[in-house]
């Protein structure tokens, strides 16, 4: 049983929309950090948003700020990623993950890191026209 699983990816044209969704089982968001993360062709995997436990801190790579936003439904246990004004240079597998720590400003100092202890398999987004 996957404890993370993404959904939502595909093909989208520049400039366009898509929402990844995180969905997470047996692990509880109350108690987990959830970051986002994302491999582009020919790049090493890189950290692009991260919310902590309580869902009150978030933080952000510099290369989505103010174009991406993370968000959860505890009901639902998902987190999401709102994306918009996409570029091709965002064309990647993007992957959720997860971590037990209890420092409140992990998201802050380790969020956008590979800190994390449980991954996704990864949701392929295509930016092009």
């Not at 969905?23 to 790049?43: N, Q």
């Not at 959720?96 to 949701?123: I, M």
């Amino acid at each position: 049983q996957s404890l993370l699983v993404e959904s939502g990816g595909g093909l989208v044209q520049p400039g366009g929309s898509l929402t990844l969704s995180c969905t997470v089982s047996v692990l509880d968001l109350r108690e987990h950090h959830i970051g986002w993360f994302r491999r582009s062709p020919g790049k090493e995997r890189e950290g692009i948003s991260c919310m902590d436990y309580t869902g009150l801190s978030t933080n952000y790579a510099d290369s989505v700020k103010g174009r991406f936003t993370i968000s959860r439904d505890h009901a639902k246990k998902t987190v999401y990623l709102q994306m918009s004004s996409l570029k091709p240079e965002d064309t990647a597998i993007y992957y959720c993950a997860a971590v037990w720590n209890p420092r409140s400003y992990f998201c802050q100092e380790d969020g956008l890191k590979e800190r994390y202890h449980y991954w996704g398999q990864g949701t392929q987004v295509t930016v092009s026209l």
